[in-house]
């Protein structure tokens, strides 16, 4: 089994009364792409945020590669090599599509055209790389935010619904990225897409109500009744 690259233990964050996250814990194994799944409200996004730096544990540790980051604030956890991207978009609508992805690559030596480039190149927009990002599709701005994110050069990195609003053909061209990503890359994938989820994760994690309900392969998640019945019952 794959050594693990970052692991949280016990997290915990409430707003006000509500229990976001109720006591996770977690282990992401290097090179492998691990699928966070649940409900609507299941504290997904909290819990990546958590992960991220976005929003501060109220208990709870998180460390990369055993050192413990968990105070880290999240500009300092992108230094150490956890990138992540937003369920809503937040690309710089003004800039070009290359300016977005350079700001991301010049936190690395080495040189810019060619890095941004590549970092296009992955998810298929080298072609757009002079249009003015607020004008691209969607689906080409989700797709945008993963090469910002690329270009970070992550060990691990924390895609929140990254799928969503895609058409089908941007949908393969994301699981083939995703698929040449792993083993050099970590990857962390809030995802609704069942297809995409048993297609691309090698473990999943079943969260409801701010709890972890199920974690395992997607033979052992499909499987499992709990699931059946919070979640993939239909
Ligand atoms: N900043 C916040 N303040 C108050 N409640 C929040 C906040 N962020 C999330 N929540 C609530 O926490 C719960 C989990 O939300 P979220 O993590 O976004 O779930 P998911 O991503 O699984 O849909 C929801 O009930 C949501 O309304
Ligand atoms: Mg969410």
């Known amino acids: 089994m794959a050594a693990v690259i970052l692991s949280a233990r016990g997290l915990v964050r409430h707003f006000g009364g509500l229990r976001a996250v109720d006591g996770v814990d977690l282990d992401l194994h290097r090179g492998e792409s691990h699928a966070l799944i649940g409900p609507n409200g299941a504290g997904k ?11 501060p544990v ?13 105070r880290l604030p999240a500009h300092a956890r992108v230094a150490r090599g956890v990138a992540y991207t937003f369920q809503i978009t937040s690309i710089y609508a003004r800039l070009s599509v290359f300016d977005n992805v350079a700001l991301a690559v010049q936190r690395h030596p080495g ?51 990254p799928t969503q609003g895609l058409a089908n053909a941007e949908i393969d061209t994301f699981k ?48 499992n009744p709990a699931v059946q019945a919070a979640y993939l019952g239909d």
């Open 176 to 223: 083939a990225l995703v698929r040449g990503l792993v083993p050099d890359t970590t990857v962390l994938l809030i995802e609704h897409n069942m297809d995409v989820v048993m297609d691309l994760a090698h473990r999943i994690t079943v969260l409801n109500f701010g709890q972890v309900l199920a974690q395992g392969t997607p033979e052992q998640i499909r499987a």
């Open 111 to 161: 040189d810019l055209r060619s890095g941004t480039m590549a970092a296009l190149a992955r998810v298929g927009l080298d072609d757009r790389a002079g249009q003015e990002a607020g004008t691209l599709s969607y689906g080409h701005q989700r797709l945008l935010e993963i090469a910002m994110g690329l270009a970070l050069r992550p060990k691990v990195l924390i895609l929140d619904e």
């Open 45 to 55: 996004t909290t819990l990546v945020s958590l992960l991220s730096g976005r929003v």
């Open 58 to 70: 109220q208990s709870g540790t998180i460390t990369l590669d055993g050192v413990d980051i968990t």
